[in-house]
C-alpha cells in the first residue's frame, strides 16, 4: 500500500439526532456526551451478557490478550454510535438509524440482535453493503452479511 501510495480509509460511523449529525471513529471519546455514551455502552454490554451474548474477539486482529481484545470490540464506531442514538432517543419508539462506510462487523452484527431485545428498539444500519434493520433480536438479513 505504501508503494503504491495508498491507504486505508478510517472506520466511522454517524447518527442523527436533534436535526445534528453526530459523528463517530474507532474509540472516539471527542464527543461532548462521551461519558454518559460509553456509561450506556457499558451498561448494554453487561445486560446482554447476562442475556447470553459472548463477544467475538476473533474480529480483534491485534495481538493483545482476550480481555483486551473485548475492549477493543466495545470501541467499534457504530457500538458507540448506537449507545449514542439511544441516549439521545430516551423514550422514543422510533428505530435508531445509524450509518457505516465500512461493513458491520460480525461481532457488531451479533451484539446489535441483543441490544434490540435489551432496549426494545429497532436498529437500522447502513453499511457500505447492505441496510441491516434489527428488531426482537434478528436482523433482516438472516446472518447473510
Known amino acids: ?20 449529525i453526530h459523528k463517530f471513529h474507532v474509540g472516539d471519546t471527542s464527543h461532548k456526551q462521551a461519558f454518559e455514551i460509553y456509561q450506556e455502552l457499558h451498561a448494554l454490554v453487561n445486560e446482554i451478557k447476562e442475556m447470553g451474548y459472548v463477544p467475538n474477539t476473533d474480529f480483534v486482529l491485534h495481538d493483545v490478550g482476550e480481555e483486551e481484545k473485548e475492549k477493543y470490540l466495545l470501541q ?32 457488531c452484527h451479533s451484539a446489535f440482535k441483543y441490544f434490540s431485545v435489551a432496549r426494545a428498539r429497532e436498529i437500522v444500519v447502513r453499511d457500505s453493503n447492505r441496510f441491516h434493520h434489527f428488531r426482537n433480536g434478528s436482523c433482516s438479513c438472516n446472518d447473510h452479511w
Open 76 to 107: 467499534h464506531s457504530e457500538k458507540i454510535a448506537v449507545a449514542f442514538g439511544f441516549i439521545g432517543s430516551v423514550g422514543s419508539s422510533k428505530p435508531v438509524r445509524v450509518f457505516k462506510n465500512l461493513r458491520i462487523c460480525g461481532d
Open 1 to 20: 500500500m505504501k508503494q503504491r501510495n495508498l491507504a486505508k480509509e478510517a472506520g466511522c460511523s454517524w447518527v442523527e439526532a436533534g436535526n445534528l
